[in-house]
């Protein structure tokens, strides 16, 4: 072998691991800048909890403040984890014992580190103290928190709200909900029992028949098929049947002849039936995968996907079902607050967040969450479209219960059969609003077993934006 092919022989080695080194050393930098703080922070991570060891866990707070969760320690040393507000907040920040869930769960990296002054954990380490850990700060609302667990009061159920231009979540309540500073005591009564669900967030998990909320998916479907949609013409006669199968608008209301915007606006279930009965239905479904259905939730929340199901060979009875939001489709309550929260904010979807920034003990700020694009939804046509249909609801439909505020909503109702008894169903709410002095709010609500949304879910909502605009 000659020298020269030695010496390119060695040459290419010694750039092979010199590219290696390289990438190596590019993979160290992006996990340390984007990947290392996801890492710690999972769950799975059991270095987490030696942070405790050295670090008294920090505080939960509101948006104005006010202490959620914090770490009270006893004259002897022991910590005890207190939530100031009991069960009102419980699935929104959750619990830390036997586990950890919600807030307590996915910030409990942030909530277990310190940036106290280097002095001061200096001076606690010769002490043999700990250090305290950095609060983090929500953009949860205190006064809608209290509005919504209120005007939800006995039922089971679920309110979530949040701010559609930034995605900031602003209340989050579940029903039937548990207190956290008891979790530990009625652990193996709460987990034993099979009817209970306490720990579910209903929120992101519940899984629920839609009812008339989801009109607004069809509706959309029959627009974007028909241009002409303002051409639309039904006569309501209370009921309509289809190979055998029938289908009634609630109480059996007969509402005469409808255009579209009035079908929407009264939520009527045999117009319905009849524009499901005439999409595409490889549209339609296309159509509701683009709007989240079978996707995971761009939530920190552990969340459900939601279901749709309707194909070419799926029979009349279920195009029927499925086009006034029953059948199998299935949706959690953060899912239909998302899809109208694209609506409001013209298509443009925001990734929800509830943490707004982390501080230290003296409450200088360690880092700022900020609003992120998840994705554009919707066309701002369409949009348009819907934000005047939802409109009419609240004028002239189901909805007028929202009328007369000191703000502008806009809004579906629903009422969502559960059972084969008759009369038994879900009451529904999903709608946003807005005046000239505040950023548009969106509540979605529904009721277990409510029964009318107009009637039961809409009261809810108004509690809320009543709060929201004083």
């Keep these: 072998m000659t020298k020269s092919v030695r010496n390119?022989?060695?040459?290419?080695?010694?750039?092979?691991?010199?590219?290696?080194?390289?990438?190596?050393?590019?993979?160290?930098?992006?996990?340390?800048?984007?990947?290392?703080?996801?890492?710690?922070?999972?769950?799975?991570?059991?270095?987490?909890?030696?942070?405790?060891?050295?670090?008294?866990?920090?505080?939960?707070?509101?948006?104005?403040g006010k202490v959620l969760a914090q770490t009270v320690v006893g004259e002897d040393g022991s910590e005890t984890r207190y939530y100031p507000y009991g069960a009102m907040f419980a699935h929104a920040v959750g619990y830390d014992g036997n586990g950890k869930a919600g807030i307590e769960s996915f910030a409990n990296f942030n909530l277990l580190r310190s940036h106290a002054f280097f002095v001061e954990q200096i001076f606690n380490g010769i002490q043999g103290e700990?250090?305290?850990?950095?609060?983090?700060?929500?953009?949860?609302?205190?006064?809608?928190?209290?509005?919504?667990?209120?005007?939800?009061?006995?039922?089971?159920?679920?309110?979530?709200?949040?701010?559609?231009?930034?995605?900031k979540i602003l209340a989050m309540v579940s029903k039937p909900d548990f207190n956290p500073n008891t979790i530990l005591q009625e652990w193996d009564r709460i987990v034993s029992d099979e009817n209970s669900s306490q720990l579910l967030n209903r929120v992101t998990q519940g899984l629920y028949p839609p009812g008339s909320t989801f009109k607004i998916f069809t509706a959309l479907e029959y627009i974007r098929e028909h241009p002409d949609y303002g051409n639309y013409g039904f006569d309501c006669e209370g009921s309509l049947t289809e190979d055998g199968f029938e289908i009634h608008c609630a109480g059996n209301r007969?509402?005469?002849?409808?255009?579209?915007?009035?079908?929407?606006?009264?939520?009527?279930?045999?117009?319905?039936?009849?524009?499901?009965?005439?999409?595409?239905?490889?549209?339609?479904?296309?159509?509701?995968?683009?709007?989240?259905?079978?996707?995971?939730?761009?939530?920190?929340?552990?969340?459900?996907?939601?279901?749709?199901?309707?194909?070419?060979?799926?029979?009349?009875?279920?195009?029927?079902?499925?086009?006034?939001?029953?059948?199998?489709?299935?949706?959690?309550?953060?899912?239909?607050?998302?899809?109208?929260?694209?609506?409001?904010?013209?298509?443009?979807?925001?990734?929800?967040?509830?943490?707004?920034?982390?501080?230290?003990?003296?409450?200088?700020?360690?880092?700022?969450?900020?609003?992120?694009?998840?994705?554009?939804?919707?066309?701002?046509?369409?949009?348009?479209?819907?934000?005047?249909?939802?409109?009419?609801?609240?004028?002239?439909?189901?909805?007028?219960?929202?009328?007369?505020?000191?703000?502008?909503?806009?809004?579906?109702?629903?009422?969502?059969?559960?059972?084969?008894?008759?009369?038994?169903?879900?009451?529904?709410?999903?709608?946003y609003a807005y005046n000239e002095e505040k950023e548009p709010i969106v509540v979605t609500v529904i009721v277990e077993g409510g029964g009318s949304g107009g009637e039961v879910a809409v009261p809810v909502a108004r509690a809320v934006f009543q709060a929201y605009f004083p």
């Design 130 to 167: 700990k250090n305290p850990g950095d609060n983090v700060v929500t953009t949860l609302d205190y006064d809608l928190q209290e509005a919504a667990y209120q005007a939800l009061g006995g039922s089971n159920g679920a309110v979530i709200a949040l701010e559609p231009s930034t995605g």
């Design 254 to 431: 007969v509402h005469g002849q409808e255009d579209l915007i009035t079908s929407f606006a009264k939520s009527c279930n045999t117009s319905f039936a009849n524009i499901g009965l005439g999409l595409n239905r490889t549209g339609f479904s296309k159509l509701c995968g683009s709007l989240l259905f079978g996707t995971d939730l761009p939530t920190a929340y552990p969340s459900m996907q939601s279901r749709f199901v309707l194909n070419e060979a799926s029979k009349p009875s279920q195009v029927m079902q499925t086009a006034i939001g029953q059948g199998e489709t299935l949706m959690t309550p953060m899912h239909v607050a998302l899809v109208t929260a694209a609506i409001a904010n013209d298509g443009v979807l925001m990734k929800p967040y509830v943490i707004d920034h982390t501080e230290n003990i003296r409450g200088v700020e360690v880092k700022t969450y900020h609003p992120s694009v998840y994705g554009e939804l919707l066309s701002k046509e369409e949009c348009g479209i819907m934000q005047e249909f939802m409109r009419h609801v609240v004028t002239d439909g189901t909805g007028s219960g929202l009328s007369g505020g000191n703000y502008t909503a806009a809004g579906k109702t629903g009422s969502a059969e559960y059972s084969n008894t008759k009369g038994e169903s879900h009451a529904w709410f999903t709608g």
């Design 8 to 64: 390119r022989e060695f040459a290419v080695i010694t750039y092979l691991f010199l590219s290696l080194f390289l990438m190596m050393m590019v993979y160290f930098v992006y996990f340390q800048v984007f990947r290392s703080e996801d890492v710690i922070n999972s769950p799975y991570n059991k270095r987490q909890d030696t942070f405790a060891e050295h670090v008294v866990r920090g505080e939960i707070q509101a948006s104005d």
